[in-house]
Every structure is written in C-alpha cells, then in structure tokens.
C-alpha cells in the first residue's frame, strides 16, 4: 500500500548515557523500534541493514520482526 510514514528520534536514558532511541510510524496504523545496524553510535549513517520491532497491543495483537538489508 501507499501510507504516510515518519521516523523521529529521541534521546533516552540507557543506564548511565543517553542514546538515539528511533522510532518509524505508519499511518498511525503501525509503531516500530528500528535499530540500525548494531546499535552503536552513528550507526544510521551509512547503515546496510536496519531491524523493525513492534510489540503486540490489544488492538493490534501480533509481534512483528522485520529485518532488512540493503543490497
């Protein structure tokens, strides 16, 4: 389909640091967790693989995993 989406980041606490945490909405039908890479700071730039998280809700009860890599 053809869907509006958004990728917004933010700065999170992660133990004693903060880190990029990002985030891709679609049409406010689907909210993933992407990690680019291996997580590691300014592992976006340049990235070749990217993994998709989103966790089941009560309205949209399926966990969805979905790795990609650029060819």
């Known amino acids: 389909g053809d869907d509006t989406w958004v990728l917004s980041s933010e700065r999170v606490n992660s133990g004693f640091t903060k880190v990029t945490k990002y985030t891709l909405t679609i ?3 689907f909210l993933f967790d ?23 809700t009560p309205d949209y009860p399926v966990f969805i995993i979905l790795d990609l890599e650029k060819n």
């Open 27 to 29: 049409e406010n039908k």
């Open 34 to 56: 992407v990690l680019f890479e291996d997580g590691t700071k300014d592992s976006q730039d340049d990235a070749n693989s990217i993994t998709l998280t989103q966790q089941a």
